[in-house]
């Protein structure tokens, strides 16, 4: 099974601040890549993925993420954040099955 | 625009009650699945339905068992609670293939004495 890394925990910001989340996957061949994110008391919701193509992804909401295949990274930005992004993210990988492996998510929160 | 439907969104067990949750999807998916979320740990995937008639074990499969009732529902049935089984569960569908996304029900918050 993979093992997905997320390296933030809590991150606490200001709105207009920029947002990055760093996510690293340990399987090096070829992986689907997902951002979803979990509003208060909501279930998860889909805001991109990768599975080929131009590594550089846009989703909803304006957030991006990109893809380095040689750093086993998939990290999420977003410009400037809003406090309606106040949420916890979670990254998820997956090879050629179906079994979905999740990070242990970030908590973002953004103080308006 | 239902998508996934689970109930019930919340329970309370005694330790060695019985308890099944119920899943339902109203997109035509043949993938279906079940998760749970603890605190620090993510989702961790329980058991998963390729394709109506199957079931497969995920990550964390003791103590639970599934049925695929058709096409639209799947349940995840714990025979025997347990307090370490105090968690929320999500159930999701997707389209076949593992580059689809998968779409969540709202959960169900399970806490078991």
């Known amino acids: 099974a993979q093992s997905v890394s997320q390296h933030n925990h809590h991150v606490i910001l200001s709105e207009a601040a920029s947002l990055e989340l760093g996510c690293n996957y340990s399987?090096?061949?070829?992986?689907?890549l997902f951002w979803y994110v979990q509003y208060p008391g909501q279930h998860l919701q889909l805001l991109l993925k990768?599975?080929?193509?131009?590594?550089l992804v846009k989703g909803i909401k304006g957030f991006e993420a990109e893809f380095i295949k040689s750093k086993f990274s998939f990290n999420l930005r977003k410009p400037s954040v809003q406090w309606s992004d106040t949420a916890e993210y979670f990254c998820?990988?997956?090879?050629?099955?179906?079994?979905?492996?999740f990070g242990a998510g970030t908590t973002v929160t953004v103080r308006a | 625009n239902a998508g996934v439907t689970q109930t019930p969104k919340f329970q309370v067990l005694k330790t060695g009650q019985s308890m099944t949750l119920q899943c339902a999807q109203d997109?035509?998916?043949?993938?279906m699945y079940w998760y749970r979320q603890d605190p620090g740990m993510g989702l961790r995937l329980i058991y998963y339905?390729?394709?109506?008639?199957?079931?497969d074990k995920g990550e964390v499969p003791n103590g639970y068992n599934v049925s695929r009732l058709n096409k639209r529902e799947f349940s995840l049935r714990l025979e025997s609670a347990a307090p370490s089984q105090t968690s929320v569960y999500f159930c999701?569908?997707?389209?076949?293939?593992?580059?689809?996304?998968?779409?969540f029900g709202d959960g169900t918050r399970l806490s078991i004495l």
């Open positions: 999701a569908s997707s389209r076949t293939g593992s580059n689809q996304p998968q779409h």
């Open positions: 339905s390729a394709s109506e008639g199957t079931t």
């Open positions: 990768y599975f080929s193509g131009d590594p």
């Open positions: 997109m035509n998916h043949n993938s």
């Open positions: 399987y090096g061949g070829t992986v689907n």
């Open positions: 998820a990988v997956n090879e050629a099955d179906y079994k979905l492996s």
